[in-house]
């Protein structure tokens, strides 16, 4: 509880602002633009943008050492990162809506947080949280009818 601290709204505020971007930009690829050559110039791009942020974010120790400071993890995000980038793409170009594509995925992805969270993070399920996941089906719901 408390006062959320500056350095997290922040960077929440970063996310959703990258989030927002990410969908009205993956939604406006053109059509017939190759879905993996996309990919592989969203990853150019994306390099090229990274690379500046060392200014903002100095490294401590040498390329090597900050390198063998990586985990497993980092391999995971990597697929992670694929698989969300084709996934949407395609699912915006299979007539998959702005206002729902994401809205759907998200809800989904925050019940099986939820439970991955209790049985590998020793996180805590309260009724609340399960309240929780009660609106996002909910949401789900509502947002995927149809209306005229």
Known sequence: GGVMKVGLLLALVIAVTGQVLYHVTQKSVAPDAHPIVSLVIFYLVAALATLPLFWLFPMADTL?????????????????IVLVEIGFLLAYRAGGELSTAFV???AIVAISTLAIGALFFGETISAVRVGGVALCLAGIGLISVKTA
Not at 64 to 80: D, F, Q, R, T, Y
């Open 64 to 80: 090597a050492a900050e390198m063998g400071k990586l985990n497993w993890a980092v391999a995971g995000v990597a697929i992670s």
């Open 104 to 106: 759907t995925t998200a």
